[in-house]
């Protein structure tokens, strides 16, 4: 993982020096800007491997990469194409060549590894990397088709660098992401879960987990169909978006069920969590086909981790287990309701 995010920095210094060189030599005002600013926000890409790579140094983040060696092989052959694509003297091109170059160097660099890293590491669901990534394109695609003549290979080139950054988003949300209610997938949960225990035990701060199970789910399948089932747990997803905060993670766990990661959460605001989230799901208005209201309401169940000693391996199989026999007690009490949480600590986890 390490090698991964060292060359991944590597790549944005690269692309930066080359921006500088290209700004500093073009003979057109508005172009020099241009490659300036791109410039300054792959400095700025730099900074988020950078940080990534002393997180991992420390280690705050797990290894969230299922295939290290496949993916580190992707970013070398990336570097070789990126590197073959530059030319010895950038400063003797053209204004027109000078933005072909960048076009050919961004396709480069829109690789599929790219975007999944920065969906799999970017905390919560802010998604702050990978909207300031999609302008950083459409700025360089927005000069090419300003200065680029109707028939140029840089007016195609920025008609692929468009489809290709779509594209990869996609497939980048498609890895981490449920397709029919939006919200981070058990792969994703996982991955931001290491990720949170690591922060908890090294600053020594809580962490809540949340499983959310939709009550008589079934039923609602049975009498109103699977599509009105599906279109209820669309909008649970959204109540539950509704009544949290953007740094808590939201999870479709598994077909009816849901998980909520919040950092910076103990046992003490528990309560006015899961009423938030029963209210919210209870107001949820989802009508089926007759246009008569589908009644919702799920169980909670949750765990807290109170991180001691030494960051344990187990904690997160700890705080899960914990979560579910919550889930469970609120189950046998009559559902629509939470159980109590159970604390974790870092010697329980690691016993």
Known sequence: MREILATCVELDTLAASTYRTLSSHCREPELSRLFEQLASEEETHIGWWKELLDA?????????????????????????????????????????EMVELAAHLEFFMLDPV???????????????????????????????????????????????LKRTLRDNVSLARYATHDPLTGLFNRRGLISHLEQWISWAYRYERPLMVLLIDVDEFKRIN?????????????????????????????????????????????????????????????????????GKLVPLSVSIGGAVLSPRGVHSERAIDALLAGADSSLYEAKNSGRDRAGWPVLVTGTEAGS
């Open 222 to 290: 049975d009498e109103h169909g699977h599509a009105v089932g599906d279109y209820a747990l669309e909008c649970i997803a959204g109540a539950l978006q509704g009544s949290t905060r953007r740094s808590d993670l939201i999870a479709r766990y598994g077909g009816d069920e849901f998980a909520i990661v919040a950092p910076e959460t103990d046992a003490v605001e528990y309560g006015a969590l899961v009423q938030r989230v029963l209210t919210s799901v209870r107001e949820v208005h989802c009508p089926d086909w007759d």
């Open 56 to 96: 991992w140094d420390q280690g705050l983040i797990p290894d969230v990469v299922n295939d290290p060696e496949a993916l580190l092989e992707d970013l070398r052959q990336v570097r070789e194409d990126v590197t073959t694509s530059l030319p010895d003297d950038p400063s003797a091109l053209s204004p027109a």
């Open 114 to 160: 790219f975007a999944e890293l920065l969906e799999l590491t970017e905390p919560g669901r802010t998604g702050h990397h990978r909207e300031a990534y999609a302008r950083h394109i459409e700025q360089l695609v927005t000069a090419i088709e300003r200065n680029g003549s109707t028939d140029s290979l840089a007016r195609f080139l920025a008609r692929v």
